[in-house]
């Protein structure tokens, strides 16, 4: 036990040196990637966005949702369900606690 | 060992998501983060308030609790007592 704790002491600031210049281009990648997915929509993409729910809306209105082919339909089920998730990640962040409210 | 690592020239674009989707995702986001925080301030008040109606009843609350447990471990052994026949038992 002494011997681990001795070695640890000694590899340690190592080890956290390797695993710190190992993560650091897998991180640089995520960010690559989050800088374009996971940005908040910016003021000019407004448009965007509502020209997007007038098509989703005229889209059920017409009745193009019974054209929709099975893997389109299960796709949109997919992100649908995905975007309602966030709403759960939120409330474990509001209520400070993952599984209950700890009141 | 160089096929291990990962280089900035082989991996796939970022896809470019649709802005309806990013707004409903960050919303939810938000309105869980909201409607969390508020209906756990709601819950801490009402326990609060039950622990607070707790604690004035806890010293009644308990003495009853023990007279019960007098009660029904003085009935258990008479009961015994009566089993073995032994008379005129008194606890």
């Not at chain 1, 009745?63 to 309602?84: I, P, S, Y």
């Not at chain 2, 009843?57 to 009853?64: G, I, L, V």
Request: net charge positive.
């Amino acid at each position: 036990m002494a011997k681990l704790v001795q070695s640890l002491s000694t590899k340690g600031p190592v080890m956290m040196k390797a695993l710190v210049d190992d993560a650091k281009p897998k991180f640089a990648t995520f960010l690559k990637y989050a800088k374009v997915e996971l940005v908040p929509p910016t003021p000019a993409e407004i448009p965007q966005i509502r020209s997007g729910i007038q098509k989703l809306l005229s889209g059920f209105r017409t009745g193009r949702w019974k054209q929709l082919t099975v893997k389109e339909a299960w796709l949109n089920t997919l992100v649908t369900a995905e975007v309602c998730l966030w709403f759960f990640v939120g409330e474990c962040i509001g209520k400070r606690s993952i599984v209950a409210y700890k009141v | 060992m160089s096929v291990f690592r990962l280089d900035m020239a082989d991996v796939p674009a970022p896809v470019r998501v649709s802005p309806l989707i990013k707004f409903g995702r960050w919303s939810f986001l938000f309105a869980g983060i909201l409607w969390g925080a508020s209906r756990h301030r709601s819950l801490s008040k009402k326990e609060n308030a039950l622990r607070e109606i707790e604690e004035k009843t806890r010293a009644a609350r308990e003495a009853k609790l023990a007279e019960e447990k007098a009660r029904a471990s003085k009935a258990e052994l008479m009961a015994l007592a009566a089993q073995a026949g032994i008379k005129d038992f008194t606890p």
